[in-house]
């Protein structure tokens, strides 16, 4: 019987289509399985990541929880297919879908275990914004970060790139919807805490995941508290909060620029959308 077959037995759980779920011991391995679209985060991906929180929350044996993503990709961002097949109008018709997004991030830095996300590839938009929740992000050497949003008209839904890099480099990143940041880099400017060989990448995740699952639970749980209620009273969490307003704002006026990306996604697939937005900066 695997992990969540044994959790779930005599509890009413869901079953999961879009990510898996392993325990190794006192580890608990989350892996985003949509390697075809590479790890979008569609609006059932974001479900299913809540529901496997929940578990996690709850089972008293998982001390260290580890992300990753199946295939090539840790995760592209949160999956535009979803938009472009029923795009939201107004502040209204955006609001739940921007809060999921948010909440599903935001998740990650506020669950009561550590959280290390192994990144195995890109981590783009959204999937960027994950690896930041996370406390800990060991990324492979081909591994890519950035926030591209403003390329096709979108804003940043979890606005934490300023508390990471600094408001400076923060601007540089999303102005310009960079999304080639090495890993190295990445590291430099702290969004990474290592950097390893790509087929060490969840190994060193997984080893790391042991040695703090080893320290009183008790204690770890408090001392993350520390950490995340000094940057509460920074006032990082009011911060997220009204950008997400901002971005509400954004989204529910509308950009041209990402009702073009829209129907190009229609029309030609992730592809021709792709093509058409870095076709737009070639100068």
Request: aromatic share 6%; charged share 25%; proline share 4%.
């Amino acid at each position: 019987m695997d992990y969540l077959s044994n959790y779930c037995k005599g509890r009413n759980c869901m079953e999961f289509d879009t990510i898996k779920i392993d325990r190794m011991d006192t580890i608990c391995l989350l892996t985003l399985n949509r390697p075809e679209r590479l790890n979008a985060m569609s609006q059932k991906m974001l479900s299913e990541i809540a529901a496997a929180c929940d578990v996690f929350e709850q089972d008293t044996a998982c001390k260290v929880v580890v992300v990753t993503g199946s295939g090539k990709a840790f995760s592209s961002g949160f999956d535009l297919q979803d938009q472009a097949q029923k795009t939201p109008k107004g502040i209204d018709e955006w609001r739940p879908i921007l809060q999921r997004d948010f909440d599903n991030v935001m998740r990650f830095w506020n669950l009561k275990k550590p959280t290390i996300a192994a990144v195995n590839g890109p981590a783009l938009a959204g999937g960027c914004e994950l690896a930041m929740a996370c406390d800990i992000t060991i990324a492979g050497t081909s591994a890519t970060f950035g926030e591209p949003e403003v390329k096709f008209g979108a804003g940043i839904v979890v606005m934490l790139l300023p508390w990471i890099v600094g408001p400076k480099k923060a601007k540089e990143i999303a102005f310009l919807g960079k999304d080639q940041l090495g890993a190295e880099e990445a590291c430099d400017l702290g969004i990474v805490n290592q950097v390893v060989p790509d087929e060490e990448v969840l190994a060193t995740a997984l080893k790391m995941a042991r040695a703090i699952a080893v320290v009183d639970p008790m204690v770890i749980r408090r001392t993350k508290q520390q950490i995340n209620e000094s940057m509460e009273i920074a006032g990082m969490t009011r911060a997220l909060k009204h950008a997400l307003e901002i971005d509400l704002e954004l989204e529910g006026e509308g950009s041209v620029d990402k009702q073009v990306f829209l129907e190009e996604l229609r029309k030609g697939g992730l592809r021709g959308a792709l093509a058409w937005r870095d076709n737009r900066f070639s100068f």
